[in-house]
């Protein structure tokens, strides 16, 4: 008789079995399991769960999530034919680690149902159209590279250049809507992750958020299985009616565990030492998200890559860049410039974020970009210490004006479309104008409640814009 009750009871049922042979460290060989499949879920005589990772001829290859000091000789239980996570609307606003298991103090987690964590993407025929914005509260953003609800867009950048402030931004920008925001977070030290939960707590964001924590100290694993935890988390609740934001922070640690297992395991390295199917372990897990058909529902993906000295044509940030919608990218050249969030608006693009924009923001988008293309070039014709032509002048008054004007801290968001568009509209209006950015800002937030129709642009953008340059000039 086992000490286990529950492997008891699987064994009792007659589920396939086999004994451990081989150990090294959370990889296991186990002999037996005849007719198992690969990422089954298994349960080892102790209690602890397991992983079916590869299937030889003499053994199979398992990873236990639980512990890296598995006793040779003892015993193992099949599951499930998939490996599974409890799902349900109790994980909402707790902390947890890649097993459901609660980090946060706050008792038990009541949920009712599991979800497969390897499951295929929608077909075609099961999504809609993307056309909804999400809004990120950053102007930058939603103005230059609109996100979609549904949408895959990429976030890259170097070490220290503002991501994961930004992508604190766009959770606090839920508040008050409907939008549940899951933080997956891989592979972080104990000051990131204390930094992100006393913001989510302080702002009351953690009301609409899921965090699952996997830390720099956590088993390979489990560190293995966080995204898709994650993923399998909020697709419970998108099938569920729920539009979800699925925040993946970072891929660049989940693809250096992965490549590590693969190199224990003994897989054939690939470029940069990665195993072969390292596009299509990511590639299988973002094709996740989009919009259903079935109830307009969409799960927003926002995958996190680190890119050291901004070098973005390595393997992994090509890999990531061909499998989603578009990306944003900080920059540290810009980021030292004191521009935040340092984006980098060349190399930034959003292949479906015209498709939710309307005429007017479309047309100040576009604006906005020729300014910002002519305040670089000006920029950097300035150095030459010539005298400048009045064009030339013109567009870095004015460029220097919109980067002033673009520039948040975490603490600062523009939820309103009305609040962006106000303050863009007066921009492009300045011309040759001294503005008070500062002022312009507030009187944004003021206006943009009086902003009814399309026609009301116009005369308030008229007023706020003498009143601006009537402050400065005092």
């Given at each position: 008789m086992?000490d286990?009750?529950?492997?008891?009871?699987?064994?009792d049922k007659?589920?396939?079995?086999?004994?451990?042979?081989g150990?090294?460290?959370f990889?296991?060989?186990?002999?037996?399991?005849?007719?198992?499949g690969i990422n089954?879920q298994?349960?080892?005589?102790?209690g602890?769960?397991?992983?079916?990772?590869?299937?030889?001829e003499?053994?199979v290859?398992?990873?236990?999530?639980?512990?890296e000091d598995?006793?040779?000789?003892?015993?193992?239980a099949?599951?499930?034919a998939?490996?599974s996570?409890?799902v349900?609307?109790?994980?909402?606003g707790r902390v947890?680690?890649p097993?459901?298991k609660?980090?946060?103090?706050?008792?038990s987690?009541?949920t009712?149902?599991?979800?497969?964590?390897?499951r295929?993407?929608?077909?075609?025929i099961?999504?809609e159209?993307?056309?909804?914005?999400?809004?990120?509260?950053?102007?930058?953003?939603?103005?230059?590279?609109?996100?979609?609800?549904g949408?895959?867009?990429?976030?890259?950048?170097?070490?220290?250049t503002?991501?994961?402030?930004?992508?604190l931004?766009v959770?606090n920008?839920q508040?008050?809507?409907n939008?549940?925001?899951?933080?997956v977070?891989?592979?972080?030290?104990q000051?990131?992750i204390?930094h992100?939960?006393?913001?989510?707590?302080?702002?009351?964001a953690?009301n609409?958020?899921?965090?699952i924590?996997?830390n720099?100290?956590?088993?390979?694993?489990?560190?293995?299985?966080?995204?898709?935890?994650g993923?399998a988390?909020?697709?419970f609740?998108?099938?569920?009616?729920?539009?979800v934001?699925i925040?993946y922070?970072?891929?660049?640690?989940?693809?250096?565990v992965?490549?590590?297992?693969?190199?224990?395991c003994?897989?054939?390295?690939?470029?940069?030492?990665?195993?072969?199917?390292?596009f299509?372990?990511?590639?299988?897990?973002?094709?996740?998200?989009?919009k259903?058909?079935?109830n307009s529902?969409?799960?927003?993906a926002?995958?996190?890559v680190v890119t050291?000295?901004?070098d973005?044509t390595?393997l992994?940030?090509?890999n990531?860049?061909?499998?989603?919608?578009g990306?944003?990218?900080?920059?540290l050249?810009?980021?030292k410039q004191?521009v935040?969030?340092?984006?980098?608006?060349?190399?930034?693009?959003?292949?479906?974020?015209?498709?939710?924009?309307?005429?007017?923001?479309k047309l100040l988008s576009?604006?906005?970009f020729?300014?910002?293309?002519?305040?670089?070039q000006?920029?950097e014709?300035?150095?030459?210490g010539s005298e400048?032509?009045?064009e030339v002048?013109q567009?870095l008054?004015?460029?220097s004006?919109?980067?002033?004007a673009?520039?948040?801290?975490?603490?600062?968001l523009?939820s309103s479309?009305e609040?962006q568009?106000?303050?863009?509209t007066?921009l492009?209006s300045a011309?040759?104008?001294?503005?008070?950015?500062g002022?312009l800002?507030?009187?944004?937030?003021?206006a943009a409640p009086?902003?009814k129709t399309?026609?009301?642009?116009?005369?308030i953008?008229?007023?706020?814009l003498?009143q601006?340059?009537?402050?400065?000039?005092?």
């Open positions: 086992f286990n009750a529950f492997f008891q009871k699987l064994v007659g589920n396939t079995t086999g004994q451990v042979i150990s090294d460290r990889l296991v060989k186990v002999k037996g399991l005849n007719g198992i089954s298994v349960v080892f005589e102790s602890q769960l397991g992983m079916v990772k590869s299937i030889h003499e053994y290859l398992v990873l236990n999530l639980e512990s598995t006793p040779l000789g003892s015993f193992v099949l599951n499930s998939q490996i996570v409890n349900g609307d109790g994980l909402i947890i680690n097993l459901g609660p980090l946060d103090g706050k008792g987690i009541a009712k149902s599991t979800w497969p964590l390897f295929q993407a929608p077909g075609i099961e999504r159209l993307l056309k909804d914005q999400l809004f990120s509260g950053v102007i930058a953003v939603d103005s230059l590279f609109p996100i979609v609800m949408q895959r867009i990429a976030i890259l950048g170097d070490t220290k503002g991501k994961s402030s930004f992508l931004q959770s920008n508040k008050g809507t939008n549940i925001v899951v933080h977070l891989i592979g972080k030290r000051v990131e204390d992100l939960l006393r913001n989510l707590n302080e702002t009351g953690i609409h958020s899921i965090v924590i996997a720099i100290f956590d088993s390979l694993a489990q560190t293995y299985i966080a995204p898709y935890v993923c988390i909020a697709e609740l998108w099938n569920n009616g729920r539009d934001i925040i922070d970072d891929i660049s640690s989940h693809a250096k992965y490549r590590e297992i693969g190199l224990l003994g897989d054939n390295p690939g470029r940069e030492s990665y195993p072969g199917d390292m299509f372990a990511h590639s299988t897990l973002l094709e996740r998200a989009g259903l058909a079935s529902k969409t799960l927003t926002l995958p996190v050291p000295n901004d973005i390595a992994l940030p090509t990531i860049m061909s499998i989603t919608d990306q944003i990218i900080f920059d050249e810009t980021f004191n935040k969030p340092a984006i980098n608006s060349g190399l930034s693009v959003s292949r479906v974020g015209g498709r939710a924009q309307n005429e007017r923001q576009a604006a906005l020729k300014r910002l293309a002519e305040y670089r000006a920029y014709f300035a150095h030459f400048l032509t009045p002048k567009s008054q004015l460029g004006l919109i980067q002033e673009l520039r948040q801290p975490i603490s600062e523009y479309l609040q568009l106000v303050m863009q007066i492009m011309g040759l104008l001294k503005l008070n950015v002022l800002k507030l009187q944004a937030r003021q009086n902003v399309d026609a009301d642009f116009e005369p953008c008229k007023q706020l003498g601006s340059t009537m402050e400065t000039n005092v």
